[in-house]
C-alpha cells in the first residue's frame, strides 16, 4: 500500500485509494469509492461506493460523503459538514433510484456544518461559510454565507475576499498572489486564464 489507513478503519474491497493519502480513526471506505492521491479523510469519515474523490482533498471529522457525490481536486470539507443525496426522504418510501448528483469543483472551501444539497454544484474555488445551507448551484469564485446561502462576495484562489461588488463589473487584485480576478456581468474569473 502506499497510502496510510488507521488500524481502526474500514476500507472495503474493490476501493481505490491513491499514493500518499491517509484514512484515520474509524473511517469507513466503501468498495465502489474512488479516492485520488494525497488526501485526508479525518476521523469518521463515512465514504459511499458510488463517490469519486479528487487528487488532495481533505475530508475533515464526521463527514458523510454519500453517493452520487463527486469532490474534484484541492476541496476542502470543513468539521461535520453535510452532503444528501435525496431531495424529499421519507424513510417508508424507498428512492435510491431517485439520488441527485452534486458536484464540488476544484479548489473549493465546503464550511464547517454547512450543508449542500443534492443536486447543486459548487463552483471553482467557491466559499461556502459555515453552517450556510446551499440549494441551489453556487457560482466559481463566490463566497456565500446564511440560510439558504446567498452570494455575499467573491474569494481569490488563495481564500482571501476580494473587493469585487456583488454583480456589475469590476477588478481586484489578490494581495497574497498577485492574481488580477475580473468580473464580467457577475461572472468572475481569473484575468489571465
Excluded at 472495503?12 to 480513526?25: F, K, L, M, N, Q
Excluded at 473549493?108 to 454547512?114: I, S
Aim: proline share 3%.
Amino acid at each position: 500500500m502506499d497510502y496510510q489507513v488507521h488500524a481502526s478503519a474500514i476500507v472495503d474491497e474493490g476501493a481505490t485509494i491513491g499514493a500518499g493519502s491517509r484514512v484515520w480513526h474509524w473511517v469507513h471506505v466503501c468498495g465502489g469509492a474512488r479516492v485520488g492521491q494525497g488526501c485526508s479523510l479525518g476521523q469518521n469519515v463515512f465514504v459511499g461506493n458510488r463517490v469519486l474523490i479528487g487528487n488532495n482533498v481533505k475530508i475533515q471529522n464526521n463527514v458523510s460523503v454519500y453517493d452520487n457525490v463527486t469532490l474534484e481536486d484541492d476541496v476542502f470539507c470543513g468539521p461535520s459538514m453535510v452532503f444528501t443525496n435525496v431531495y424529499n426522504p421519507r424513510s417508508a418510501v424507498s428512492r435510491k433510484d431517485e439520488y441527485r448528483d452534486t458536484l464540488v469543483k476544484q479548489g473549493a472551501t465546503l464550511g464547517a456544518n454547512c450543508t449542500i444539497i443534492c443536486g447543486a454544484t459548487v463552483g471553482r474555488f467557491a466559499f461556502v461559510a459555515a453552517g450556510a445551507v446551499v440549494n441551489r448551484d453556487v457560482p466559481d469564485f463566490a463566497l456565500v454565507v446564511g440560510v439558504p446561502a446567498r452570494k455575499v462576495g467573491w474569494m481569490s484562489r488563495f481564500g482571501e475576499q476580494l473587493d469585487l461588488p456583488l454583480n456589475g463589473a469590476g477588478e481586484a487584485r489578490c494581495i497574497h498572489t498577485g492574481e488580477v480576478y475580473r468580473l464580467v456581468n457577475g461572472v468572475c474569473s481569473l484575468a489571465d486564464a
